[in-house]
């Protein structure tokens, strides 16, 4: 079955890291996802990496994925008052599955 | 990244009317776009997938009567929302893959009201 999810809430100081976690349940997934959604708007793509993937990074973000126990985290560092959001990760099997989301505040 | 499009961004109709919703790839050929919706604080349901020039692919649960989708250009897509009830107020976005491998891109959403 297709099922993604994450943690709801998730609250960080300004400069720390961020540890935003994902479980999915297909393991015939392709590519995995995280957006990020700011209040009243669309999605924004992050970052991708595709299912023969262990790491990616990309600048402040970094992913990483265990295939395995099929778990998918996006790390955030010197995680910043503009990050505060809605984070989805998803899946692509025939179509792409959303997370529940989680919502990250940041606070000084 | 590429560039999506929604108009309108908002509306308010009455119950029973019906509201089209466009959504525009305005620099990539879309060869799939996709519609979805948000309930507040939830997350993002498919509704439909369309390919250019062919009849799009409902969910489960999902009225094709009421949701009328149309894509009929590679940068274009449309969803009608017919005889408008005021259930049918959500967040609903668009979404576009072109050719690429993995990407997809969204618009930023039509929230619409149905009085």
């Known amino acids: 079955g297709e099922d993604v999810e994450q943690s709801l809430f998730l609250s960080v100081r300004e400069g720390d890291s961020s540890v935003i976690n994902c479980t999915y349940t297909?393991?015939?997934?392709?590519?995995l996802y995280w957006y990020k959604q700011e209040p009243g708007a669309g999605l924004q793509l992050l970052t991708y990496i595709f299912s023969n993937m262990d790491m990616k990074q990309d600048q402040r973000l970094t992913v990483l994925l265990n295939k395995k126990d099929k778990h998918l985290s996006l790390r955030i560092a010197d995680t910043q008052t503009g990050d505060s959001a809605i984070y989805f990760c998803a899946e692509r099997t025939d179509k792409l599955i959303f997370g529940t989301g989680t919502r990250l505040q940041v606070f000084p | 990244g590429a560039v999506v499009s929604q108009h309108p961004s908002w509306v308010i109709c009455k119950s029973g009317t019906s509201v089209k919703i466009e959504c525009r790839s305005l620099?990539?050929?879309?060869?799939?776009m996709f519609w979805y919706r948000q309930f507040p604080k939830q997350s993002l349901m498919l509704m439909a997938t369309?390919?250019?020039?062919?009849?799009?692919?409902?969910e489960q649960g999902v009225e094709k009567d009421k949701f009328l989708i149309n894509h009929a250009s590679l940068t274009l897509s449309t969803l009608t929302v017919t005889s408008a009830h005021p259930e049918d107020s959500s967040f609903y976005i668009c979404?576009?893959?072109?050719?690429?491998?993995?990407?997809?891109?969204f618009g930023p959403g039509t929230r619409l009201t149905v009085t």
């Open positions: 369309s390919n250019e020039g062919s009849k799009a692919t409902y």
């Open positions: 979404s576009a893959a072109g050719t690429g491998l993995g990407e997809q891109y």
């Open positions: 620099d990539f050929q879309a060869t799939t």
């Open positions: 297909d393991s015939s997934s392709t590519y």
